[in-house]
T-cell receptor, first 112, second 112 residues
Framework: DAGVTQSPTHLIKTRGQQVTLRCSPKSGHDTVSWYQQALGQGPQFIFQYYEEEERQRGNFPDRFSGHQFPNYSSELNVNALLLGDSALYLC???????????FGAGTRLSVL | KQEVTQIPAALSVPEGENLVLNCSFT??????LQWFRQDPGKGLTSLLL?????REQTSGRLNASLDKSSGRSTLYIAASQPGDSATYLCAVPTSGTYKYIFGTGTRLKVLA
């Protein structure tokens, strides 16, 4: 049973560019959450998707947007990249009726 | 507003020592608490999940306790090994929301 998978593993972009990160949830899970982890910090909640809708959002600007597909996989899009967007982006999935989140290995984004 | 604090921020111990990592939270209205391990540059590995109705949970050399009334959890690692070197994070899903609030972690180094 595959766990949460994220792609790509690493990504290098320049300021002003746009990026798309992808996440496939654990089998049987219908909810996907995204987190940003800056170096030396704990992960910060970006948003959560359920039934293809954004259910809750953290304190992140509109440059951060997402999408969930009918197969429950999800994308995180970041527009107009800033140097400060350099971080590890983590995806977590959970199943119906539980708030236990399972995390993927993350995508390391470097903005130059 | 839920805040999670982890003490100490860093810890260096000789191999074989028993050690305790601390996690405190300000809002006791939680329904579980999760401890994670994170190796450098990697994603999160769940170690232990304690439901709000439980007082402790054990897995191998790890034991986690939860005291909701005092807003504290401890992770006890017995007979530490160099392979235990990592950052340990605690996280709580806050009542009424879907997001996890993380502490900033304890960086553990076990010396051979």
């Amino acid at each position: 049973d595959a766990g949460v998978t994220q792609s790509p593993t690493h990504l290098i972009k320049t300021r002003g560019q746009q990026v798309t990160l992808r996440c496939s949830p654990k089998s049987g899970h219908d909810t996907v959450s995204w987190y940003q982890q800056a170096l030396g910090q704990g992960p910060q909640f970006i948003f959560q998707y359920y039934e293809e809708e954004e259910r809750q959002r953290g304190n992140f600007p509109d440059r951060f947007s997402g999408h969930q597909f009918p197969n429950y996989s999800s994308e995180l899009n970041v527009n107009a990249l800033l140097l400060g967007d350099s971080a590890l982006y983590l995806c977590a999935s959970s199943g119906a009726g539980t708030n236990i989140q399972y995390f993927g290995a993350g995508t390391r984004l470097s903005v130059l | 507003k839920q805040e999670v604090t982890q003490i100490p921020a860093a810890l260096s111990v000789p191999e074989g020592e028993n050690l305790v990592l601390n996690c405190s939270f300000t809002d006791s209205a939680i329904y579980n608490l999760q401890w994670f391990r994170q190796d450098p540059g990697k994603g999160l590995t769940s170690l232990l999940l304690i439901q709000s109705s439980q007082r402790e949970q054990t897995s191998g050399r790890l034991n986690a306790s939860l005291d909701k009334s005092s807003g504290r959890s401890t992770l006890y690692i017995a007979a530490s090994q160099p392979g235990d070197s990592a950052t340990y994070l605690c996280a709580v899903p806050t009542s009424g929301t879907y997001k996890y609030i993380f502490g900033t972690g304890t960086r553990l180094k076990v010396l051979a």
